[in-house]
Protein backbone atom coordinates (compact mmCIF):
# COMPACT_ATOMS: atom_id res chain seq x y z
CA UNK A 1 0.00 0.00 0.00
CA UNK A 2 2.74 2.39 0.92
CA UNK A 3 4.45 1.81 -2.43
CA UNK A 4 0.91 2.49 -4.29
CA UNK A 5 0.90 5.40 -2.18
CA UNK A 6 4.66 6.51 -3.38
CA UNK A 7 4.07 5.96 -6.91
CA UNK A 8 0.73 7.96 -7.03
CA UNK A 9 2.19 10.87 -5.64
CA UNK A 10 5.62 10.32 -8.22
CA UNK A 11 3.00 10.27 -10.80
CA UNK A 12 1.46 13.28 -9.73
CA UNK A 13 4.62 15.00 -10.10
CA UNK A 14 6.10 13.78 -13.23
CA UNK A 15 2.39 14.35 -14.80
CA UNK A 16 2.13 18.23 -13.39
CA UNK A 17 5.83 19.13 -14.29
CA UNK A 18 7.34 17.43 -17.20
CA UNK A 19 4.19 17.78 -19.86
CA UNK A 20 4.56 21.81 -19.52
CA UNK A 21 8.13 21.97 -19.71
CA UNK A 22 8.62 19.12 -22.64
CA UNK A 23 5.75 20.46 -24.74
CA UNK A 24 4.97 23.39 -26.56
CA UNK A 25 1.64 25.44 -25.71
CA UNK A 26 1.85 26.76 -29.08
CA UNK A 27 0.80 23.88 -30.71
CA UNK A 28 -2.87 22.57 -30.24
CA UNK A 29 -2.53 19.14 -29.46
CA UNK A 30 0.42 19.63 -27.56
CA UNK A 31 -1.84 21.55 -24.88
CA UNK A 32 -4.54 19.65 -25.15
CA UNK A 33 -1.91 16.48 -24.14
CA UNK A 34 -1.08 19.13 -21.01
CA UNK A 35 -4.53 19.87 -19.73
CA UNK A 36 -5.51 15.83 -19.67
CA UNK A 37 -1.81 15.13 -18.00
CA UNK A 38 -2.72 18.53 -15.52
CA UNK A 39 -6.13 16.45 -14.84
CA UNK A 40 -4.54 12.80 -14.70
CA UNK A 41 -2.07 14.75 -12.05
CA UNK A 42 -4.61 16.18 -9.90
CA UNK A 43 -6.77 12.81 -10.49
CA UNK A 44 -3.57 10.70 -8.82
CA UNK A 45 -2.91 13.48 -6.15
CA UNK A 46 -6.35 13.26 -4.65
CA UNK A 47 -6.25 9.45 -4.43
CA UNK A 48 -2.65 9.75 -3.36
CA UNK A 49 -4.31 11.62 0.02
CA UNK A 50 -7.37 9.13 0.06
CA UNK A 51 -5.08 6.45 0.23
CA UNK A 52 -2.53 8.44 3.01
CA UNK A 53 -5.67 9.27 4.88
CA UNK A 54 -7.05 5.04 5.53
CA UNK A 55 -3.19 4.24 6.48
CA UNK A 56 -3.21 6.54 8.97
CA UNK A 57 -6.47 5.80 10.60
CA UNK A 58 -5.02 1.90 10.37
CA UNK A 59 -1.94 3.26 11.84
CA UNK A 60 -3.88 5.02 14.86
CA UNK A 61 -5.89 1.75 15.60
CA UNK A 62 -3.39 -0.57 15.52
CA UNK A 63 -1.26 2.02 18.16
CA UNK A 64 -4.37 2.27 20.03
CA UNK A 65 -4.90 -1.97 20.15
CA UNK A 66 -1.70 -1.82 21.28
CA UNK A 67 -1.65 0.50 23.76
CA UNK A 68 -4.82 -1.49 25.51
CA UNK A 69 -3.06 -4.80 25.18
CA UNK A 70 0.10 -3.23 27.52
CA UNK A 71 -2.86 -1.45 30.03
CA UNK A 72 -4.25 -5.00 30.48
CA UNK A 73 -0.90 -6.97 31.07
CA UNK A 74 -0.16 -3.75 33.50
CA UNK A 75 -3.48 -4.07 35.26
CA UNK A 76 -3.24 -8.19 35.51
CA UNK A 77 0.65 -7.48 36.71
CA UNK A 78 -0.52 -5.18 39.40
CA UNK A 79 -3.48 -7.60 40.68
CA UNK A 80 -1.01 -10.35 41.09
CA UNK A 81 1.15 -8.35 42.68
CA UNK A 82 -1.29 -6.97 44.85
CA UNK A 83 -2.56 -10.44 45.56
CA UNK A 84 0.50 -11.78 46.38
CA UNK A 85 1.35 -8.98 48.77
CA UNK A 86 -1.90 -9.91 50.87
CA UNK A 87 -1.35 -13.89 50.94
CA UNK A 88 2.11 -12.48 52.26
CA UNK A 89 0.75 -10.32 54.83
CA UNK A 90 -1.65 -13.51 55.31
CA UNK A 91 1.08 -15.65 56.16
CA UNK A 92 3.05 -13.31 58.59
CA UNK A 93 -0.20 -12.76 60.38
CA UNK A 94 -0.92 -16.09 61.15
CA UNK A 95 2.65 -17.13 61.72
CA UNK A 96 2.69 -14.53 64.66
CA UNK A 97 -0.16 -15.53 65.92
CA UNK A 98 0.37 -18.71 65.94
CA UNK A 99 3.31 -17.26 68.56
CA UNK A 100 1.95 -15.49 70.47
CA UNK A 101 -1.13 -18.01 71.23
CA UNK A 102 -0.85 -18.99 74.61
CA UNK A 103 -0.61 -22.53 75.67
CA UNK A 104 -1.47 -23.98 78.86
CA UNK A 105 0.88 -27.39 79.68
CA UNK A 106 -1.46 -30.33 81.07
CA UNK A 107 -0.59 -32.14 84.24
CA UNK A 108 2.66 -33.89 83.60
CA UNK A 109 2.77 -32.62 79.71
CA UNK A 110 5.71 -31.26 78.47
CA UNK A 111 4.62 -27.56 76.75
CA UNK A 112 4.95 -27.65 73.23
CA UNK A 113 7.93 -26.35 70.92
CA UNK A 114 7.33 -22.77 69.67
CA UNK A 115 9.52 -23.28 67.22
CA UNK A 116 7.08 -24.66 64.56
CA UNK A 117 8.14 -24.53 60.93
CA UNK A 118 5.72 -22.71 58.36
CA UNK A 119 5.04 -25.61 56.83
CA UNK A 120 3.24 -26.61 59.34
CA UNK A 121 0.64 -23.66 58.43
CA UNK A 122 0.53 -24.06 55.24
CA UNK A 123 -3.36 -26.52 55.27
CA UNK A 124 -4.43 -24.00 57.55
CA UNK A 125 -3.43 -20.97 55.57
CA UNK A 126 -4.84 -22.72 52.43
CA UNK A 127 -8.07 -23.17 53.73
CA UNK A 128 -7.93 -19.64 55.43
CA UNK A 129 -6.45 -18.00 51.77
CA UNK A 130 -9.45 -20.37 49.79
CA UNK A 131 -12.09 -19.49 52.37
CA UNK A 132 -11.24 -16.09 52.21
CA UNK A 133 -11.37 -16.01 48.31
CA UNK A 134 -14.44 -18.00 47.77
CA UNK A 135 -16.96 -14.93 47.06
CA UNK A 136 -19.70 -17.00 45.08
CA UNK A 137 -21.43 -20.15 45.88
CA UNK A 138 -21.07 -22.76 43.31
CA UNK A 139 -24.68 -23.25 43.35
CA UNK A 140 -26.76 -20.87 42.00
CA UNK A 141 -29.69 -19.24 43.34
CA UNK A 142 -32.75 -20.90 42.21
CA UNK A 143 -31.04 -23.93 40.65
CA UNK A 144 -33.34 -26.50 39.27
CA UNK A 145 -31.97 -30.48 39.35
CA UNK A 146 -31.14 -31.79 35.93
CA UNK A 147 -32.22 -35.45 34.86
CA UNK A 148 -28.84 -37.30 35.01
CA UNK A 149 -29.51 -39.87 32.57
CA UNK A 150 -29.84 -36.96 29.62
CA UNK A 151 -26.62 -35.81 29.12
CA UNK A 152 -25.79 -32.42 30.74
CA UNK A 153 -25.56 -28.91 29.38
CA UNK A 154 -22.75 -26.92 29.79
CA UNK A 155 -24.32 -24.82 32.84
CA UNK A 156 -24.49 -28.10 34.52
CA UNK A 157 -21.17 -28.92 33.41
CA UNK A 158 -19.64 -25.64 34.91
CA UNK A 159 -21.13 -25.57 38.41
CA UNK A 160 -20.11 -29.26 38.61
CA UNK A 161 -16.52 -27.73 38.23
CA UNK A 162 -16.93 -24.78 40.40
CA UNK A 163 -18.09 -27.26 43.23
CA UNK A 164 -14.85 -29.47 42.61
CA UNK A 165 -12.71 -26.06 42.91
CA UNK A 166 -14.53 -25.51 46.13
CA UNK A 167 -12.75 -28.86 47.36
CA UNK A 168 -16.64 -30.73 47.80
CA UNK A 169 -16.76 -34.28 47.72
CA UNK A 170 -18.61 -36.25 45.55
CA UNK A 171 -21.23 -37.26 47.28
CA UNK A 172 -22.16 -33.54 48.13
CA UNK A 173 -21.49 -32.34 44.88
CA UNK A 174 -24.08 -34.89 43.59
CA UNK A 175 -26.78 -33.90 46.20
CA UNK A 176 -26.19 -30.28 45.39
CA UNK A 177 -26.14 -30.03 41.96
CA UNK A 178 -28.69 -33.17 40.70
CA UNK A 179 -30.81 -33.51 44.25
CA UNK A 180 -29.58 -37.24 44.59
CA UNK A 181 -28.61 -38.56 48.04
CA UNK A 182 -26.63 -41.89 47.84
CA UNK A 183 -28.74 -45.09 48.95
CA UNK A 184 -29.34 -48.35 47.52
CA UNK A 185 -28.65 -48.92 43.96
CA UNK A 186 -30.57 -45.93 42.55
CA UNK A 187 -29.87 -45.88 38.48
CA UNK A 188 -30.01 -42.04 38.84
CA UNK A 189 -27.53 -41.50 41.23
CA UNK A 190 -25.03 -44.16 39.00
CA UNK A 191 -25.74 -42.16 36.51
CA UNK A 192 -25.11 -38.57 38.23
CA UNK A 193 -21.64 -40.13 39.44
CA UNK A 194 -20.63 -40.89 36.28
CA UNK A 195 -20.97 -37.80 35.39
CA UNK A 196 -19.21 -36.20 38.02
CA UNK A 197 -16.42 -38.86 37.45
CA UNK A 198 -15.78 -37.88 34.11
CA UNK A 199 -15.70 -34.32 34.91
CA UNK A 200 -13.25 -34.68 37.33
CA UNK A 201 -10.80 -36.64 35.25
CA UNK A 202 -11.52 -34.19 32.84
CA UNK A 203 -9.86 -31.40 34.90
CA UNK A 204 -6.84 -33.71 35.74
CA UNK B 1 1.01 8.96 7.04
CA UNK B 2 -0.73 11.98 7.94
CA UNK B 3 2.18 14.00 6.43
CA UNK B 4 1.78 12.32 3.28
CA UNK B 5 -1.79 12.83 3.65
CA UNK B 6 -1.10 16.39 3.94
CA UNK B 7 1.51 16.64 1.17
CA UNK B 8 -0.98 15.16 -1.48
CA UNK B 9 -3.63 17.44 -0.56
CA UNK B 10 -1.30 20.24 -1.25
CA UNK B 11 -0.07 18.59 -4.12
CA UNK B 12 -3.62 18.34 -5.44
CA UNK B 13 -4.06 22.36 -4.76
CA UNK B 14 -0.86 23.11 -6.66
CA UNK B 15 -1.93 21.27 -10.02
CA UNK B 16 -5.82 22.58 -9.96
CA UNK B 17 -3.88 25.88 -9.42
CA UNK B 18 -1.34 25.32 -12.56
CA UNK B 19 -4.33 23.63 -14.04
CA UNK B 20 -6.24 27.14 -14.12
CA UNK B 21 -3.42 29.08 -15.35
CA UNK B 22 -3.12 26.47 -18.11
CA UNK B 23 -7.41 27.20 -19.16
CA UNK B 24 -6.22 30.63 -19.01
CA UNK B 25 -3.70 30.60 -21.78
CA UNK B 26 -6.29 28.67 -23.73
CA UNK B 27 -7.84 31.91 -24.71
CA UNK B 28 -8.66 35.68 -23.73
CA UNK B 29 -11.87 34.65 -23.03
CA UNK B 30 -10.65 32.27 -20.48
CA UNK B 31 -8.46 34.48 -19.29
CA UNK B 32 -11.25 36.66 -17.79
CA UNK B 33 -12.90 34.21 -16.95
CA UNK B 34 -10.25 32.45 -14.88
CA UNK B 35 -9.00 36.23 -13.51
CA UNK B 36 -12.71 36.79 -12.56
CA UNK B 37 -12.36 33.40 -10.58
CA UNK B 38 -8.99 34.53 -9.03
CA UNK B 39 -10.25 37.65 -7.81
CA UNK B 40 -13.53 36.48 -5.64
CA UNK B 41 -11.09 33.79 -4.69
CA UNK B 42 -8.65 36.14 -2.98
CA UNK B 43 -10.99 38.45 -1.94
CA UNK B 44 -13.01 35.34 -0.17
CA UNK B 45 -9.85 34.17 1.09
CA UNK B 46 -9.03 38.35 2.57
CA UNK B 47 -12.35 37.44 4.25
CA UNK B 48 -11.46 34.76 5.91
CA UNK B 49 -8.63 36.69 7.49
CA UNK B 50 -10.84 39.28 8.67
CA UNK B 51 -13.73 36.73 9.70
CA UNK B 52 -11.87 33.97 11.91
CA UNK B 53 -13.90 33.90 14.84
CA UNK B 54 -17.01 33.44 13.20
CA UNK B 55 -15.54 30.91 10.82
CA UNK B 56 -14.09 28.91 13.32
CA UNK B 57 -16.99 28.71 15.14
CA UNK B 58 -19.34 27.34 12.51
CA UNK B 59 -16.70 24.77 11.12
CA UNK B 60 -15.54 23.84 14.43
CA UNK B 61 -11.98 24.50 14.40
CA UNK B 62 -9.54 26.36 16.22
CA UNK B 63 -7.35 29.42 14.76
CA UNK B 64 -4.39 27.72 14.13
CA UNK B 65 -6.00 25.72 11.82
CA UNK B 66 -7.72 28.13 10.03
CA UNK B 67 -4.80 30.25 10.05
CA UNK B 68 -2.74 27.27 8.89
CA UNK B 69 -5.30 26.03 5.94
CA UNK B 70 -5.21 30.23 4.58
CA UNK B 71 -1.33 30.16 3.84
CA UNK B 72 -1.04 26.87 2.55
CA UNK B 73 -4.05 27.74 0.55
CA UNK B 74 -2.10 30.78 -0.30
CA UNK B 75 1.30 29.21 -1.05
CA UNK B 76 -0.80 26.23 -3.13
CA UNK B 77 -1.80 29.00 -5.81
CA UNK B 78 1.54 30.94 -5.72
CA UNK B 79 3.49 27.30 -6.30
CA UNK B 80 0.94 26.30 -9.16
CA UNK B 81 0.83 29.85 -10.56
CA UNK B 82 4.56 29.84 -10.35
CA UNK B 83 4.69 26.38 -12.64
CA UNK B 84 2.46 27.47 -15.61
CA UNK B 85 3.99 30.63 -15.68
CA UNK B 86 7.60 29.64 -16.09
CA UNK B 87 6.82 26.95 -18.27
Do not use: F, N, Y
Given at each position: MQLKLFTLTGTALILWISPLY???KKVSWHRAIQGGCLLAAFGCAIEGSRLAQ???????LSRAKEALLI????DEMAQSAYLSE???RLQNQLYLESLTAPTAPTDGAIAPDHTDSPHQLTPALDKSFIASHQVTPPIPEGWEFPDPKVPITSVVRGVIVACLRCGWSQNKTIEAVFGLSKGGNNPNYEAAKNWYQQIKSEMG | MKAMHLLNLFLSGC????FLGWVAMLSPTAMRIVSAIL????????LCW???DTLTSRLSVNHLQLQAFLIASLAMFLVG???ILCS
Open positions: ALDKLAKEEASDIQQER | IASSCTALVGWGLLDLGV
